[in-house]
């Protein structure tokens, strides 16, 4: 039998169990990993994911972990990536107890349950760091807000579970908006310049907006390198949000002079967040031959153009 074959068919066989299915990455990291592996998607509603693929469903609050239990004992996945999580920082802000149960608690009972031999992925996020970003893998962890202080008491527990483990940070991730999925910013950006709207976008800011396909290969790589430790998958450009939308204008041929350039002092925020935020992405590139694509041919994509 050919060996690219039996590469495939060993891929097939694989069990790879998506935590978060229903989100915006969890979405494009069923479809796109559905394709080569036996995928078990999990999310806390009903399933939102439109397109029709190939790949088993259950609905499972995270918070209980005697489901928790008894779903993993039934599919026995050799890969976990643990991507839901209450993602909002305002909403951790004001509702702490329950951030806590759903990033802390929920990742400590995937982490209980799971087999000694699943390789644990766990998706992070650059709020783990505070100012004075691009941030490498190792640099202190200063989180500026509850979101943030939540995620790393989660990774610090995936780094205390003896066997393959590794974390993910991407940032401001971004891409094609799917059937189920809330609007993104570009799509926010593009629906007010298409209706000839004033928009207010800060240019103080700056990030590594990660395309998120870029992400899902680079998971890929991540399971079939079977690489541990910590990975940022970031995008290449450091941008601030001002010129991201910037960027939607001139991809889309819409008017740039309806995009206000604003300092964050504008909108104040309940939370804290950092200015100069994004991520290096050196480790990947090297360990993982991590490639990802402009943000100008993200915001094509995004667009299906
Ligand atoms: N979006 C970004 O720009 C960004 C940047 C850096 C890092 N991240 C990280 O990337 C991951 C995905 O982010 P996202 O923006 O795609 O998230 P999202 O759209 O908010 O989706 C999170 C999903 O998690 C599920 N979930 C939450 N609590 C759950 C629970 N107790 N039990 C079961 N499912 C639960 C929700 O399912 P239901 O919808 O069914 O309730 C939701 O669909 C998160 O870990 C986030 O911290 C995101």
């Not at 994004?278 to 990947?284: Q, S, T, Y």
């Amino acid at each position: 039998m050919h060996t690219s074959y039996l590469i495939k068919f060993y891929y097939w066989c694989m069990k790879v169990l998506i935590t978060g299915s229903n989100g915006f990455l969890g979405q494009h990291l069923t479809l796109y990993l559905s394709k080569q592996y036996n995928v078990i998607a999990i999310s806390r509603g009903e399933n939102r994911i439109a397109a029709n693929t190939s790949y088993v469903y259950e609905t499972l609050d995270l918070i209980n972990e005697e489901v928790v239990a008894a779903v993993l004992k039934k599919h026995q996945p050799n890969v976990i990536i643990h991507n839901a999580a209450m993602s909002k920082p305002d909403e951790c802000n004001k509702y702490k107890d329950v951030c806590l149960q759903q990033n802390v608690s929920a990742t400590n009972y995937l982490l209980k349950h799971c087999l000694p031999s699943t390789h644990f992925i766990y998706i992070s996020t650059d709020f783990v760091f505070g100012e004075n970003g691009p941030h490498n893998e190792d640099d202190v962890k200063e989180p500026l807000n509850f979101y943030g202080e939540s995620k790393w008491q989660a990774e610090q527990l995936v780094e205390k579970r003896i066997g393959l483990n590794t974390i993910v940070r991407p940032v401001f991730i971004y891409g094609q908006v799917l059937q189920g999925m809330r609007p993104s910013f570009l799509h926010w950006v593009k629906n007010n310049l298409e209706q000839e709207k004033r928009i207010k976008v800060v240019s103080d800011q700056q990030r590594t907006p990660t395309f998120v396909t870029d992400i899902c290969k680079g998971i890929t790589t991540i399971i079939q390198q079977k690489e541990k430790g910590v990975f940022h998958l970031a995008g290449k450009d450091i941008v601030s949000p001002y010129a991201m939308a910037i960027t939607v204008a001139d991809v889309l041929g819409l008017n740039k002079n309806f995009i206000e350039n604003v300092t964050s002092e504008t909108f104040p925020e309940p939370v804290k967040r950092a200015k100069k935020s994004g991520l290096k992405i050196d480790k990947a590139k090297t360990v993982l031959q991590y490639n990802p694509i402009s943000f100008a041919e993200g915001v094509k994509l995004s667009f299906n153009l």
